[in-house]
């Protein structure tokens, strides 16, 4: 039997509710139909909005997420573009899993672009996740080319 939308929409609610990386899930709209969930709203990190995408992906009958959501920084998490730059560069040095001579970021307005080249898919998505941790970051373009040589 499949869920309705009321029933995964209910269901998504209680995941981004119950997750303690979305402080403020109140503040996301969550409609379905069909399966095909669409989120709304403000977040106040780019990890926060990745959370609440990962946690609805994961609820029961969810087919498919259309994120819709804002990142909007508090001024305390405000950060120049070449401070972001900098943390970004460090998280990517500190992975022993990363070449971060062969990768490199740019910053504006808090969207951070990745570019470079690694030899594995696993690594440049490890590169993406390390910038939800990064304060400051709106966004990431994800532009590290994957050459995968046997």
Known sequence: MSKTDDQIEADVRVALANDPHVPYSDEIGVVSYGGLVTLRGTVGTFGQERA???????????????DELEVR???????????????????LMEDPMLDAD??????????VTLTGDVDRQFQSDKAFDHMTSVRGVTGVTNKIRVDERL
């Open 52 to 66: 609440a995408v990962a946690d609805t992906r994961r609820a029961r009958g969810v087919i498919d997420v259309y």
């Open 73 to 91: 920084l508090l001024d305390s998490d405000r950060r120049i573009d070449a401070e972001i730059r900098g943390s970004a560069l460090q998280r």
């Open 102 to 111: 062969y990768l490199d970021v740019s910053v504006k307005d808090g969207w």
